[in-house]
């Protein structure tokens, strides 16, 4: 008897090849936002990506997987440089390293929306008293 193994025949995306395929894709685009190098790994990880989900039949998943790669191309290109240069003019921020000034930008916006809902909420509150 004949024992088949691999990414066709299995059809939902279960396997090994897949897992280790998948876990190459998770490390490039972890790589490729870290140091912003993205655009030749991000390549190579949806090209991955997308022959190997295709092969294994699961198309949803690989759109799915091409999109958050996309996104991880975006932020690295846009928006991580532009946070970047803002620590740059920002006399605070220089001298730190490039993922706490990310962080900082994120806490940032994360306090602006708390106070912005603070806000809201007393006038409201007001307005019933």
Sequence with gaps: MHVRHGIAEVGTGGGIVFVVVLAIVVVLAAVAAILTIVVVLAAVAAILVIVVVLAAGAAILAIVVVLALVIVVIFSLVITPIIIATAVVTPELQGTSQSIVVLEFFSGISRL?????????????????
């Excluded at 929306?113 to 008293?129: E, G």
């Design 113 to 129: 929306y708390r106070q912005t809902y603070d806000c809201q909420r007393q006038k409201r509150f007001a307005v019933h008293v």
